[in-house]
């Protein structure tokens, strides 16, 4: 059976949908893909270079009577696109209209009392943007781009630094290597979310799990 080689951008979902299957677990739960499930856990946030086993695809047959009507109907998972949406020290934007426009498609949405936003999308979205409608807000009518599929593993340095920068904490473009700027974020981070003691602007595994935790994935 093909094994797939996980390109950046990619995430199992639309990966499921590229090789005919309407449920990504089907691939996710193989026996042969344990180890990569393990290791990243999170089959939304995938690295280049992984490889997934992709089993062959089993065919099912069922019965009718010709010259009738038959009605057959497939499970299929949900994709879901969550955001939070915060202020300044990590306040939450709650009950705040927003247009979120996937794949050129615009939805109306409010916030609820944590600042979250979801809505279901399809398994082959790249894209998004959200606009949050509301002028009590510093960033009334900015445009915010969403790419879906894009955030690396937390374990990577273009991982850590994508959420920092989500957070607020500038850490640098994820194509270039500033390690003065990256450490000083992580410092920053450390700072707010682990105390003084833990500062030491190295972004170890403990730093990592609370960087994963604080961001939300």
């Not at 797939?4 to 893909?33: C, M």
Request: aromatic share 8%; with cysteine; proline share 6%.
């Amino acid at each position: 059976m093909p094994k797939h080689t996980v390109e950046q951008g990619e995430y199992l979902s639309q990966i499921a949908k590229k090789y005919g299957f309407a449920d990504y677990r089907t691939i996710w739960d193989h026996p042969e893909n344990a180890e990569l499930k393990k290791k990243r856990q999170n089959p939304s946030v995938l690295f280049p270079g992984d490889q997934l086993f992709v089993p062959a695809r089993d065919f099912k047959e069922e019965s009718g009577s010709t010259e009738q009507k038959h009605r057959f109907q497939a499970k299929q998972g949900k994709l879901m696109l969550r955001l939070v949406l915060e202020s300044a020290y990590f306040k939450p934007i709650a009950d705040a209209p927003c247009e979120l426009t996937v794949e050129g498609e615009m939805f109306k949405l409010v916030s609820d009392a944590e600042g979250k936003i979801e809505k279901e999308i399809p398994a082959t979205t790249k894209k998004a943007t959200v606009v949050i409608k509301d002028p009590l807000t510093a960033i009334n009518d900015a445009v915010v781009p969403i790419k879906i599929g894009d955030l690396d593993p937390v374990e990577e340095v273009s991982g850590q630094k994508a959420r920092l920068n989500n957070l607020g904490y500038f850490a640098g473009p994820l194509n270039k290597q500033d390690e003065a700027l990256f450490h000083s974020a992580v410092e920053e981070f450390q700072c707010e979310h682990m105390g003084p003691s833990a500062v030491d602007g190295k972004c170890g595994p403990k730093t990592q799990a609370k960087l994963k935790e604080v961001h939300g994935c």
